[in-house]
């Protein structure tokens, strides 16, 4: 049985599908909710760290404190322990950010259900070999990788963003989509004004917005079978 440790930035962007996966190989987890003050418990008690998305920036640590006490605790989980990492769209960005790269604003946000290809490296990857050379994710974000850290792969990119995934050294990853997705998560994130707002925003209409509810729940089965390849991938480590 494995113990797995989840850091989870705002209330709405949970660990989605990776519950059910980790119920069905019967682990256990631990969320630790750090935008409303959680600690970090000790790291040494668990087997795989995954890291949520979020609306915060990688670099807003005046706004958000415990970034920065994350990113340490990200730096010593794969510098020092070693043991897998997943990180999601926000925890893609906190990965390449703690351990040497950096991040920036997009010129052009991207944001839809829209496809991303496999780099050599990707199809070799043991997250991603089993995976189509190219199919579709739900993007949302609007910053991107600008410098990689040391030591890391690109495994799969997209037209508007060069480093859609990456593997760091031999047992860290991340995804700059959102792969947890299920059936209602994105009418879940609408809810919310802001998130309604920013995607009427970026998409440029109301309208349009609600056509990427409907995208997302189409291609959920199938990000479903994803993420439980790379929980049971990510279980070999």
């Known amino acids: 049985m494995m113990n797995v440790l989840i850091f989870q930035h705002t ?10 996966h980790i119920a069905r190989h019967e682990d256990a987890m631990q969320i630790v909710h750090l935008y409303k003050g959680q600690s970090i418990p000790p790291l040494d008690e668990f087997d795989l760290l995954l890291v949520m998305g979020g609306p915060m920036d990688v670099w ?3 706004t958000y404190p415990w970034l920065t006490i994350e990113k340490q605790a990200i730096r010593t989980w794969v510098r020092d322990f070693n043991r897998p990492y997943l990180g999601i769209c926000l925890g893609h960005q906190l990965l390449i950010d703690a351990l040497g790269g950096t991040c920036a604003r997009m010129q052009i946000p991207e944001i839809g259900v829209l496809p991303v290809e496999l780099t050599g490296n990707g199809r070799e990857d043991p997250l991603f070999a089993s995976l189509p050379r ?5 993007q949302w974000h609007g910053v991107a990788t600008a410098d990689l850290p040391p030591d890391t792969a690109v495994l799969a990119a997209s037209d508007g963003c060069a480093v859609q995934a990456i593997r760091v050294g031999d047992c860290a990853w991340g ?5 947890e997705i299920v059936q209602g998560t994105i009418s879940t994130w609408m809810e919310d004004k802001g998130n309604h707002q920013c ?7 109301a309208d349009a917005a609600l056509a990427l509810e409907n995208e997302s729940d189409r291609i959920a089965a199938d990000q479903y079978r994803m993420t439980s390849e790379f929980y049971s991938a990510l279980r070999q480590f």
């Not at 995607?199 to 209409?205: I, N």
């Open 175 to 179: 995804v700059q989509f959102h792969p």
């Open 60 to 62: 807003e640590t005046g």
């Open 199 to 205: 995607a009427v925003d970026w998409l440029g209409s």
């Open 134 to 138: 190219q199919f579709p994710v739900l």
């Open 11 to 20: 209330q709405g962007e949970g660990p989605g599908a990776f519950c059910d």
